[in-house]
């Protein structure tokens, strides 16, 4: 039987796709791209946004139409916090949660056997550690070493979705990097829910800790972190993550506002001066880093002046890449019900204002590698173009052949816009 996967949302979301995928592949099933016909859809769904649930629900509906006989299987963030709303989507026979992501081929078996809709969406209190073995398409892997989340900021589902903090433990860790590592992948990210809670709920354990035992894999080259939040940018930290030498440059750090005033409501742990602070940390011990973030607009209550002040500061740090989202209202949290909720125009208005100022830094941050050579892993050549990424995950394009996939090449920047570097 044919299988299809599809994955919505964040590189956690990636990493169970893969374990599940890999679950059909023991099993006996081929896998085919989700625009073929298959026998079996996999739909893994995303709820941060209202637009991620309607996405999710594209995309039921796009499987529906491609095979209508096919079995539809949603899991994920969307279901474990809506399953009667997504069971009731046109199509959809099998419907679990994120903690019970491992158990797919028994709910498939079982719907296979039965025909009846299975709805099964397991307390998020479940621990489930799997380990996969290899990452479709890809020359980098990730690796999930934390999940869940206890920060309940005031306009996020996600620990509802996700439940408490669980960690994989170090030797778990290593092996499964080991055996990454001996399937030809050379970049490994270490990715959680919320990473910077690593090890809480392990003895005398952290994220560097993670760091180190990955490194000490010879085949591994490259190793990045998913997102960070501020407060784990300690001296300490940086120092001693800064002496391994296989950890790249780059750091996405989590920031939403630059308006402290925002930032409290939202139950952010941290004001934009600690973020700041965190920022200058980085710089010192990697001056060439990139730093990443994640900003809402439009949180309810957030005034001419607050959102003024946010775009000063974000001006201020000079990120390398800034990801903006509208906010988006999410039952059962907090900024639901708060009072000041922002018209949609407004919102579109001061995204249009927010990505001005990215476009304009990232276009400065990038231009300031012209005529310095970077190192370059190699994604993909396709008609004599070769792509990939530096240390400091800069996008690069420059002339080369295939044989250049996944090494590592040294390549001069001539040229460079908001998008790519580009050099030979």
């Known amino acids: 039987m044919k299988v299809a996967f599809y994955t919505l949302g964040c590189k ?7 374990m599940m995928l890999e679950k059909f592949t023991q099993a006996g099933y081929s896998t085919v791209g989700f625009d073929d016909t298959a026998d079996i859809y996999v739909i893994n769904t995303c709820t941060v946004t209202q637009i991620s649930d309607k996405k999710s629900r594209n995309i039921i509906s796009k499987a529906k139409r491609r095979n209508p006989d096919a ?30 992501r491992p158990d797919i081929l028994y709910y498939i078996n079982l ?35 934390e999940d869940g989340c206890r920060n309940f900021c005031s306009y996020c589902l996600i620990p509802f979705a996700r439940g408490k903090i669980v960690s994989k433990p170090i030797g778990q860790i ?24 690593y090890g809480i709920d392990l003895e005398n354990t952290g994220l560097a800790d993670a760091v180190e035992a990955v490194s000490e894999i010879d085949k591994i080259q490259r190793i990045r972190l998913g997102s ?55 710089h010192r011990y990697y001056p060439d880093c990139s730093v990443t973030t994640d900003v809402i607009v439009g949180f309810p209550g957030e005034s001419d002046a607050d959102f003024e002040q946010s775009c ?32 949609k125009s407004v919102k579109h208005q001061r995204e249009q204002i927010l990505m001005h100022i990215e476009n304009k830094n990232r276009q400065r941050f990038m231009s300031g590698f012209i005529n310095r050579t970077v190192r370059v892993l190699v994604e993909r050549c396709e008609d004599g173009i070769c792509s990939g990424f530096t240390d400091n995950y800069l996008p690069v394009k420059f002339s080369g052949s295939q044989n250049l996939c996944n090494t590592f090449v040294y390549v001069t920047v001539t040229d460079a816009n908001a998008d790519y570097l580009f050099g030979c």
Not at 240 to 253: D, P, T, V
Not at 326 to 331: D, V
């Open 71 to 100: 079995v539809i299987a949603v899991c994920g963030c969307f279901s474990q916090v809506s399953p009667d709303v997504v069971s009731e989507i046109d199509g959809v026979d099998i419907v679990i949660g994120t903690r019970n």
């Open 312 to 343: 000063k500061f974000i001006d201020s740090i000079g990120f390398a890449k800034v990801h903006i989202f509208p906010y988006s209202k999410r039952a059962n949290t907090k900024a639901a019900s708060m009072q000041g909720q922002i018209l």
């Open 174 to 197: 290593k092996n499964e990097a080991q055996a990454l590592a001996d399937n030809g992948y050379k970049e490994i990210v270490l990715t959680g829910i919320h990473l910077s809670s």
């Open 12 to 18: 956690v979301n990636q990493y169970d796709t893969q």
């Open 228 to 282: 960070l939040e501020p407060n784990i940018i300690t001296d300490d930290f940086v120092k001693r993550i800064s002496g391994i030498s296989k950890m790249c440059a780059s750091f996405h750090l989590s920031l939403q506002s630059g308006c402290d005033a925002t930032l409290k409501a939202m139950n952010r742990k941290y004001t934009s001066q600690q973020y700041a602070a965190s920022v200058e940390l980085l």
């Open 111 to 145: 719907f296979l056997k039965t025909g009846r809709k299975i709805i099964d969406v397991k307390s998020v209190s479940q621990i489930s550690n799997e380990n996969i073995t290899a990452f479709s398409d890809k020359t980098r892997a990730i690796i999930k070493i």
